[in-house]
């Protein structure tokens, strides 16, 4: 049974109760990052009480249809919110302006709207984003990686999906620190999202770049597929690994000593936040630009 086919399944008597109606359509939910986030946002729901949750999420990072068609039927069923996690940046502006039209309060979090594809539907390049600075934490590790290994180290980053924006922010963060640093950096290659993929791509890389000294992921599901490849290859603890999103696996794998560092940004409250934010718009406060939410650098003395 495919996600989508739930969506629609559970979404109809939902929708008919008295309490206003949210819609949460995230990523893929085989990412730990988003089902830690879903069980945040339905932790808050049950306490606050005032609303009924709906949550949707994706089979894996490219399914950007399962989002299409949630923004849909969400849509369709005249939810009082929706709150969205775009996959692709550009092309989710459609449906958002769809909902927009419908009188919905949507409010774009975790991963940017393209400002130009906003403006080209006839939304604000400035609409209301509630999420953290994606570059600013990739500059964050990518520094202490640079730091440890020293001016000069060999590197390569494992950048997320090209159609999220913030892959491209995470990606332009680790340049600066390549910059800084004087780092070699040795290729940059997309495992888009997803572990088995970033496993695949660091065993290839590997054997292409057997000198290779640090790897910069552009998130933590695809530094579990880079540790694994290291690990197969022999070459635990000789090469450094960084991240970013803080899940509870790499926790594990800081605390052993085979990843040295990821950036929290909070994926429990981040879903909350922006569902809180949207109930101030609901109740009549005009909220555009950025709402920035908080990250922090976590490594093997935080935990």
């Not at 995470?170 to 070699?184: C, E, I, P, Q, T």
């Not at 290859?233 to 991240?243: C, D, L, N, S």
């Amino acid at each position: 049974m495919s996600l989508a086919f739930l969506f629609t399944a559970v979404i109809a008597p939902a929708s008919a109760a008295d309490k206003p109606v949210v819609g949460l359509v995230m990523k893929s939910l085989a990412n730990e990052f988003f089902k830690t986030m879903e069980e945040g946002a339905r932790k808050y729901a049950k306490e606050d009480g005032t609303f009924t949750l709906i949550p949707v999420g994706m089979n894996s990072e490219t399914d950007i249809d399962t989002q299409v068609s949630a923004m849909e039927n969400f849509i369709a069923q005249k939810v009082d919110m929706i709150v969205v996690a775009p996959a692709d940046s550009v092309g989710m502006t459609i449906p958002v302006k769809k909902a927009v039209d419908a009188g919905i309060t949507v409010v774009n979090f975790d991963v940017t709207l393209n400002k130009e594809a906003l403006a080209k539907v006839g939304l604000p390049k400035d609409f209301l984003f509630v999420g953290p600075d994606n570059a600013e934490g990739a500059e964050m590790v990518g520094d202490y990686l640079a730091e440890t290994l020293g001016k000069g180290a060999k590197v390569i980053i494992i950048e997320g999906n090209p159609g999220a924006d913030n892959a491209k922010q995470r990606k332009a963060g680790f340049m600066r620190s390549v910059k800084k640093y004087d780092l070699n950096l040795l290729t940059s290659r997309t495992a888009h999202w997803e572990t088995e993929e970033a496993n695949t791509l660091m065993t290839n890389l590997l054997t292409m770049h057997p000198d290779v000294q640090g790897v910069m992921c552009a998130n933590d599901s695809m530094v579990l597929g880079v540790e694994k490849g290291i690990a197969a290859a022999g070459m635990t603890g000789k090469i450094q690994i960084v991240g970013f999103d803080n899940i509870g696996a790499v926790q594990e794998l800081i605390k052993q000593g085979k990843c040295l560092a990821t950036i929290d940004q909070f994926g429990p409250e981040m879903a909350a936040n922006a569902i809180k934010i949207g109930f101030r718009i609901l109740h009549g406060e005009k909220l555009t630009g950025w709402q920035k939410t908080p990250i922090k650098l976590v490594t093997k003395a935080d935990l």
